[in-house]
């Protein structure tokens, strides 16, 4: 199974990534940098990563994701992750993801707290 990339805007200025199957190395996991990239040039500042489809992640992955806040955080946003369960959430703590990004159970508990920020 290949990743599935489903954009998402369900608040003006919040945009969710729903990320379903392999986020692995090659060209892929290159959709959810080109997905954060196309927003930013669209005005929209803050992003949810919903990775409760996700299956399975590499380092590729990981640092897809780090790439990704770093490029929110340029432009004075931000990024969320939710959903993130499993294998998928040991492999974000013991790379230490979630000393640099908020993790949430859900898209819509990260969405409150942009809400709240």
Same mark, same amino acid.
């Given at each position: 199974?290949? %990743?599935?990339?489903?954009?998402?805007?369900?608040?003006?200025?919040?945009?969710?990534?729903?990320? @379903?199957? @392999?986020? %692995?190395?090659?060209?892929? $996991? #290159?959709?959810?940098?080109?997905?954060?990239?196309?927003?930013?040039?669209?005005?929209? #500042?803050?992003?949810?990563?919903d990775?409760?489809?996700?299956?399975?992640?590499?380092?590729?992955?990981?640092?897809?994701?780090?790439?990704?806040?770093?490029?929110l955080?340029?432009?004075?946003? $931000?990024? #969320?992750?939710?959903?993130?369960?499993?294998?998928?959430?040991?492999?974000? @703590?013991?790379?230490?993801?979630? #000393?640099?990004?908020?993790?949430?159970? $859900?898209?819509?508990?990260?969405?409150?707290?942009?809400?709240?920020?």
């Amino acid at each position: 199974m290949t %990743l599935e990339v489903e954009k998402k805007s369900p608040a003006a200025g919040v945009a969710i990534l729903e990320l @379903r199957g @392999r986020l %692995l190395m090659g060209n892929d $996991s #290159r959709q959810v940098e080109w997905a954060v990239v196309e927003w930013i040039k669209a005005g929209i #500042r803050n992003v949810i990563l919903d990775l409760s489809g996700l299956g399975i992640i590499d380092s590729t992955g990981v640092g897809i994701l780090v790439m990704c806040h770093a490029k929110l955080e340029k432009v004075g946003g $931000s990024l #969320r992750i939710a959903g993130a369960k499993g294998i998928i959430l040991d492999i974000l @703590r013991m790379t230490h993801v979630d #000393r640099i990004v908020k993790f949430f159970p $859900s898209a819509e508990e990260a969405g409150k707290d942009f809400g709240s920020a």
